[in-house]
Nanobody, 131 residues
């Protein structure tokens, strides 16, 4: 079991920045990737970013085109925390933001965007961007 707790959401004006954190506990070492997703009311869960590692170091970071250049995902191994730094926020970024842990240690890079590949999810944190 992996437990995930997100924090850092809130209300921000368009053009502003927010920093989301996701603290992992439990068997966090059993997963080879962590991802950030978001879901707006009435919309599908949307992939934002993922980071993979090999047990010693981070190996790759993947972003959806919609956030590339604006969002940065990083991992603090010592604190078992992943961070999503968001800049140049837009009203359309308004959603519940969720972090997730990949099902297995071995990662299929072609499926990192697929929320069905992630087994553990946090409760989400609301991000609201006003125009």
């Amino acid at each position: 079991q992996v437990q995930l707790v997100e924090s850092g959401g809130g209300l921000v004006q368009a053009g502003g920045s927010l920093r989301l954190s996701c603290a992992a506990s439990g068997r966090a070492s059993s997963t080879g990737a962590m991802g950030w997703f978001r879901q707006a009311p009435g919309k599908e869960r949307e992939f934002l970013a993922a980071i993979t590692w090999n047990g010693w170091t981070d190996t790759s970071t993947l972003y959806d085109e919609s956030v590339k250049g604006r969002f940065t995902m990083s991992r603090d191994n010592d604190k078992n925390t992943v961070v999503l730094q968001m800049t140049s926020l837009k009203p359309e970024d308004t959603a519940v933001y969720l972090c997730a842990a990949y099902r297995w240690f071995i990662v299929n890079m072609d499926l990192l965007w697929d929320h069905a590949q992630y087994e553990y999810w946090g409760q989400g944190t609301q991000v609201t961007v006003s125009s």
